[in-house]
């Protein structure tokens, strides 16, 4: 165990700090790993260690981060300061970052009748209330509801785990997408120190996902939230996705079959479903009468479904000829960068400067599956498009170690947790892809 620990490692971050990053980098013509790792060092400003989390940006924001910072330390595995950093920074997440879960779901009360999730009667009557102290919204829910996220299993192999330490009651909101993102942070972070709470963890909470669907259109997918008046490509891309890494990462064939069908159904549904536009790009969601609503083109609705099929592809060692998991992921990310980069090859989205608290995250996450997909199918425009988002990033778009939400530049005060993580998530790319 690592926790009579952590006082001891955090005195020794601030050491290592000192130590390894005293240097400056910021004139200098680092090299893509030294870009990185002083970013990252730069990512401490915002770093809470009561919360866990990173101050200045959201809860989900926040799982992004945690799944960067796992792609930064499995890119540059010397590193041994910042191996253990990042075994920390999880550490301290699964334990105190569900107290800033905006929208706890969280057995407190729990002697409800109704079913979570399962939406008609949810939420109504009493099953909501606010604490007097803080006014933050709780919701109620059943103490037998696991039994419920059970629904699906095929063949219902008890051997799905549900350790009370990986317990996914703390992590979930109403925001399907929100606890979909959490579920791909714990991956990443299975990804580097392949500690099981982690993955059940990532199990647990897609396995409460599952029991959104179906929605109203084309017998499937995934609401994006409770209030189950929409169906958007991202939680729906994020469903396919989580699926998709949990097959290849589960122990028994049994699971690997469960979350392979899950990948396969839902992929299966999200093309029926009319999101990919003539264009090749995939709108924001699906109108009421369940066609493509012709909304925003944003990039991380471009880079979730990469990762997905990358894992796809990886699932099934196919070899096919026509068209595959991976050539389908190359022509979207070509259309992608055809639609979303500017005359000098750097990455926008529609939103920018004003991208609120969300639109922040999302060309990061548009990099991790470009990045994704470069590994296994290398593409020169591919590569290209990472370094130039890079250099730009670094080169245009840094001031005081800091990186903001223009990665063209110039520099937009201020900058937050959420534009710097999101601009890492080019250079970790840029230094992943070599
Ligand atoms: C860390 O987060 C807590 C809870 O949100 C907050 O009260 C505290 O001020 C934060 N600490 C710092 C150093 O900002
Ligand atoms: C629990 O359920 C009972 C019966 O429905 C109800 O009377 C009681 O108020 C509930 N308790 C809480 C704390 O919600
Ligand atoms: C979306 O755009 C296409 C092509 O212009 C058009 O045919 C379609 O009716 C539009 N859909 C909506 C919901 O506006
Ligand atoms: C982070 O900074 C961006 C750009 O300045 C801003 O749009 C966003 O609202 C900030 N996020 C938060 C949570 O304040």
Redesign the pocket.
Known sequence: MISWLLPGFLNLLKMFVADTYAHSVSHTNASPTRRAESAFNNLDRWYNVSTGTWDSTGWWNNANIITMVGNLARADPENDQLQLRARVIFALAFRRAPATNPQLIAPI?????FALFKGTNYPVG?DRYSDAHTHEPHT?FPLDWHAITNRHLPNNPNDLPLAASSNPEPWLNGYYDDNLWWSLAWISAYDLTQQKHYLHLAQNIFLAMTNIWPTHCHSGGIYWSWERNYVNAITNELFFSTAAHLANRAHKKSEREYFFAWAERALEWFDRSGMINAQGTINDGLTEECVNNNGTVWSYNQGVILGGLVEMHRATAQTATGETYLSRATRIAHAALRQLSDADGVLHDPCEPNCGADGTQFKGVFMRGLQELQKVAPDEVFRDAIRRSAESVWWHNREDGVFSVNWAGPFIYPANASTHSSAMEALVADLAVG
């Open positions: 009360i729990g002697n409800g009748s009493n109620l």
